[in-house]
């Protein structure tokens, strides 16, 4: 079975710098999809960055990018010039393809700090 | 456009009711899923509509349930509750059938308290 694992409960970070929040999953599945995303405390959750297995290239949205490594089934979050907004509950997600159910990580509460 | 819409937004129900939850979701989107969180269990599939049919279905009991309208707008059931069915369920739709853009929007959840 498919398992997401998010190994740092809470993350702290100063305003203005940079975080990385981790992510490793396990699949025996060769083209899967991976998703971060953040939900503050409207509980909305909203998508951060999505990642297809089969492509090398790692995903970027502005401020936010992944350090995809498949072999390692590594899936990691980094953000670049931490804002206030930024504070949230971020959640790692796996999906074996497009009409599969989203396995979801722990989570990581992460806190910044003005 | 409009974004995928739950009602109600909070909910305190007795333990041995029922208690039914909706989700409008993204006009056009024809997959609507269901998902349960909890400060323990974290975040757990219930099921999956797909054009008023259910696709996949989570590990939970036969008390809960659902179903699709031909609008797409689609309801959650929870027979007999618990008081470990108190969580925040959320309902994501999508309506990306190629790969490309494939991803889930959500709602701002339906919080359950059940005493």
């Known amino acids: 079975a498919q398992t997401v694992t998010q190994s740092q409960p809470e993350m702290s970070v100063q305003e203005a710098e940079t975080v990385t929040l981790s992510c490793t999953y396990d699949?025996?599945?060769?083209?899967?999809?991976l998703f971060w995303y953040k939900q503050p405390p409207s509980r909305q959750m909203i998508l951060v960055i999505r990642q297809e297995a089969y492509k090398q290239q790692n995903a970027t949205e502005n401020r936010f990018s992944v350090n995809f490594q498949k072999a390692a089934k590594s899936f990691s979050l980094k953000i670049s010039d931490s804002q206030l907004g930024d504070a949230a509950m971020y959640f790692c997600a796996y999906s074996r393809d497009s009409n599969y159910q989203l396995i979801w990580g722990a989570g990581t509460k992460l806190i910044i700090k003005p | 456009k409009a974004g995928v819409t739950q009602t109600p937004r909070y909910l305190i129900k007795t333990r041995g009711q029922q208690v039914t939850l909706s989700c409008s979701p993204i006009?056009?989107?024809?997959?609507v899923s269901w998902y349960q969180q909890t400060p323990g269990q974290g975040l757990q599939f219930l099921f999956e509509?797909?054009?008023?049919?259910?696709?996949n279905k989570g590990n939970f009991p036969g008390r809960f349930s659902g179903r699709q309208f031909s609008n797409s707008r689609s309801e959650m059931n929870v027979s007999t509750l618990e008081l470990g069915d108190s969580a925040l369920y959320l309902c994501?739709?999508?309506?990306?059938?190629?790969?490309?853009?494939?991803?889930?929007?959500f709602g701002s959840g339906t919080r359950l308290t059940v005493v």
């Open positions: 994501a739709s999508s309506g990306q059938e190629l790969r490309e853009n494939y991803g889930y929007t």
């Open positions: 006009s056009g989107h024809r997959s």
């Open positions: 509509y797909f054009s008023e049919t259910q696709r």
């Open positions: 699949t025996s599945e060769s083209d899967y999809y």
